[in-house]
């Protein structure tokens, strides 16, 4: 399993006495997620987390295929590799990364997300995150959340009404011998996904089935 | 019938045993877990069966903004009117022998795949963000069991509120021999290649030989 399809979502849902828990709970409650500010969906300590912060390790490479979140609540989401976010302004400046109405999840879902929707009111995706992102190993790399208005995401308990919000992020781990194969595309520049690292494997196995006949003269 | 396009279907209320809010949180097989419809023994290949499991899916979920505190249940998923979330918050994973398919970033198993992201029944509204490619291919000898793991007990527990679906292509016999080939070869196995590998075959045997005759 050296070439693995992964999945992470988010949500803004934990246990009822903290704000955050590692994976999902049982019958979770809703957290108040600030607005304008970016929150890590792996360790930001909102929500659902995970136990360290997303890291390749020496003999991983991750691929970054998708990313989406709630289409309402003014939300954007953003990648950050190492301490560099990818998508920036046309003036170089710092923004908020994908709107969830471009890149909804679940996708079909209510533009507002209404409890109310209206039949016919599915948002679809505008954005399809090509060319993919690359995690090279040893780098760290995070998923940015943000409501990107004054008030935020509110959460059970508070003043005004309650909300849940979700990201997700669909990634390829090569794992062992393909990633080093991931890495040699890369050099090569030619795109890392599951079909070009199969091909490289089968050129391998062509050069070496050609080596053994010329070794044997032309014998196989 | 070397090769053959399979479907599994699984729904928490079958069977002698329905699932229950006593089930929430915890992972179920569909196979053998004793909740819902059930088959007689653990999922696993002979030593002449190649399983390529191409699509997993379950129950999706409806993240909702701005609960007034009365709604219960939004594009046919309950809730509570507590909660701004509808659905069961429903979980697939797949493990092969004793490892788990689906990771977290910190490398440790998570639940699987949401059913928000790929959801069973597939319609206007619930529409999939995940695709499983590559697909997880189950070896010959080689057990493999699907799990569902739900997290809402609000969701209920009738017909068609917690489900869950598997498509896989099972090649048998001669198919499974080429189907290991394929994969020696690091090419995809699937349907398209199985046959262009029987071509190829088919016409090194009838070209002529070397020497003429």
Request: a negative charge; charged letters at 15%.
């Amino acid at each position: 399993m050296a070439m693995r399809s992964q999945i992470y979502e988010w949500t803004n849902l934990s246990t009822s006495g903290s704000n955050s828990s590692i994976r999902m709970t049982t019958d979770p409650f809703e957290k108040t997620v600030s607005g304008d500010k970016k929150t890590d969906i792996f360790i930001g300590g909102i929500g659902t987390n995970i136990t360290k912060p997303a890291e390749t390790t020496a003999t991983q490479f991750v691929v970054i295929e998708d990313i989406a979140t709630s289409a309402h609540a003014d939300s954007a989401v953003q990648v950050r590799i190492n301490t560099t976010d990818y998508f920036q302004n046309p003036d170089i400046t710092d923004q908020v990364g994908v709107p969830g109405l471009a890149s909804p999840y679940p996708r079909g879902t209510a533009s507002d997300g209404n409890i109310s929707p209206i039949a016919g009111d599915n948002v679809l995706p505008s954005f399809a995150l090509t060319p993919e992102i690359y995690v090279l190993p040893g780098q760290t790399y995070s998923v940015l959340y943000t409501s990107n208005n004054t008030t935020g995401v509110s959460g059970s308990g508070s003043a005004s009404l309650t909300t849940c919000v979700a990201c997700f992020v669909k990634y390829t781990l090569y794992d062992g011998p393909d990633s080093l194969i991931a890495n040699r595309l890369l050099e090569m520049g030619i795109t890392v996904n599951p079909s070009n690292v199969d091909w490289y494997k089968r050129s391998l196995l062509e050069q070496q089935s050609m080596a053994t006949a010329t070794a044997n003269g032309g014998v196989a | 019938m070397a090769m053959r396009s399979q479907v599994y279907e699984w729904d928490g209320s079958r069977g002698s045993s329905a699932l229950s809010s006593t089930d929430a949180g915890k992972s179920v097989s569909i196979f053998i877990g004793g909740k819902g419809n059930n088959i007689t023994k653990p999922a696993e290949t002979t030593a002449t069966q190649f399983v390529v499991i191409e699509e997993i899916a379950s129950t999706p979920s409806y993240f909702a903004n701005a609960q007034d505190g009365a709604t219960t249940s939004v594009r046919g998923l309950a809730g509570s009117t507590s909660s701004a979330y509808f659905g069961p918050l429903a979980y697939t994973q797949i493990v092969i022998n004793t490892t788990e398919y689906f990771l977290d970033p910190d490398n440790i198993a998570n639940s699987g795949v949401p059913g928000a992201a790929s959801p069973y029944p597939r319609s206007v509204n619930f529409q999939p963000s995940f695709n499983l490619h590559p697909t997880v291919y189950v070896l010959p000898g080689q057990t493999f069991d699907v799990r569902y793991t739900h997290f809402s007990t609000n969701a209920g527990y009738d017909a068609g509120d917690q489900q869950c679906f598997v498509k896989y292509t099972l090649y048998d016999g001669p198919d499974s021999l080429i189907a290991n080939r394929l994969l020696e070869m690091g090419i995809t196995v699937n349907p398209g290649n199985v046959d262009w590998y029987k071509r190829s075959l088919l016409s090194r045997a009838s070209a002529p030989a070397p020497n003429g005759a």
